[in-house]
Protein backbone atom coordinates (compact mmCIF):
# COMPACT_ATOMS: atom_id res chain seq x y z
CA UNK A 1 0.00 0.00 0.00
CA UNK A 2 3.10 2.18 0.81
CA UNK A 3 3.85 2.72 -3.24
CA UNK A 4 0.21 4.10 -3.69
CA UNK A 5 0.22 7.84 -4.40
CA UNK A 6 -3.28 8.22 -4.09
CA UNK A 7 -2.81 11.95 -3.74
CA UNK A 8 -1.26 12.10 -7.37
CA UNK A 9 -4.05 10.30 -8.86
CA UNK A 10 -2.81 6.86 -9.47
CA UNK A 11 -5.48 4.34 -9.62
CA UNK A 12 -5.44 2.21 -6.89
CA UNK A 13 -3.86 -1.58 -6.29
CA UNK A 14 -5.75 -4.30 -8.05
CA UNK A 15 -6.20 -5.91 -4.17
CA UNK A 16 -8.40 -3.44 -3.36
CA UNK A 17 -12.30 -3.96 -3.41
CA UNK A 18 -14.49 -1.13 -4.04
CA UNK A 19 -18.30 -0.89 -2.52
CA UNK A 20 -21.19 0.50 -3.46
CA UNK A 21 -23.04 3.24 -1.58
CA UNK A 22 -25.23 6.31 -2.60
CA UNK A 23 -24.16 10.06 -1.50
CA UNK A 24 -26.18 11.34 1.58
CA UNK A 25 -25.05 14.52 2.29
CA UNK A 26 -23.17 17.34 0.73
CA UNK A 27 -22.69 19.64 3.38
CA UNK A 28 -19.80 21.98 1.65
CA UNK A 29 -16.82 21.03 -1.08
CA UNK A 30 -15.02 19.73 1.43
CA UNK A 31 -17.40 17.79 3.48
CA UNK A 32 -20.09 14.85 3.01
CA UNK A 33 -21.29 11.21 3.93
CA UNK A 34 -21.93 8.43 1.91
CA UNK A 35 -24.58 5.53 3.07
CA UNK A 36 -22.92 1.96 2.50
CA UNK A 37 -25.79 0.31 3.80
CA UNK A 38 -25.76 -1.57 7.40
CA UNK A 39 -25.21 1.24 9.61
CA UNK A 40 -22.01 1.93 7.76
CA UNK A 41 -21.67 5.39 7.15
CA UNK A 42 -18.63 7.23 5.57
CA UNK A 43 -16.83 10.39 5.78
CA UNK A 44 -15.84 11.83 2.50
CA UNK A 45 -14.80 15.03 0.51
CA UNK A 46 -17.03 15.88 -1.97
CA UNK A 47 -14.80 18.28 -4.30
CA UNK A 48 -12.46 15.35 -5.16
CA UNK A 49 -15.17 13.02 -6.99
CA UNK A 50 -16.75 16.14 -8.72
CA UNK A 51 -19.86 15.84 -6.08
CA UNK A 52 -21.90 19.57 -6.57
CA UNK A 53 -24.41 20.10 -3.61
CA UNK A 54 -27.98 19.80 -4.38
CA UNK A 55 -27.00 18.13 -7.58
CA UNK A 56 -25.26 14.56 -6.48
CA UNK A 57 -27.44 13.84 -2.85
CA UNK A 58 -28.77 10.16 -3.24
CA UNK A 59 -26.65 9.56 -6.49
CA UNK A 60 -24.69 6.00 -6.63
CA UNK A 61 -21.22 5.64 -5.99
CA UNK A 62 -18.43 3.38 -5.47
CA UNK A 63 -15.30 3.99 -3.53
CA UNK A 64 -12.92 2.31 -1.23
CA UNK A 65 -13.44 2.50 2.58
CA UNK A 66 -10.08 3.58 4.74
CA UNK A 67 -10.69 3.56 8.89
CA UNK A 68 -9.83 6.82 10.62
CA UNK A 69 -9.61 6.73 14.82
CA UNK A 70 -13.14 9.20 14.21
CA UNK A 71 -14.76 6.67 11.80
CA UNK A 72 -14.64 5.59 8.23
CA UNK A 73 -13.77 7.36 5.70
CA UNK A 74 -14.65 7.08 1.79
CA UNK A 75 -11.28 7.24 -1.13
CA UNK A 76 -11.14 7.26 -4.44
CA UNK A 77 -15.00 7.98 -4.80
CA UNK A 78 -16.50 7.08 -8.45
CA UNK A 79 -19.97 8.52 -9.54
CA UNK A 80 -22.74 6.02 -10.61
CA UNK A 81 -25.39 6.82 -13.11
CA UNK A 82 -28.81 8.32 -10.97
Do not use: C
Not at 33 to 49: C, E, H, K
Amino acid sequence: MKEWNRREGEPPPAHLARLQGRVSQIKSRASGTIDFGRGIQAFTVPSRAGLVRGVHENWPVTALIAFRYDGPEAWAVELGQP
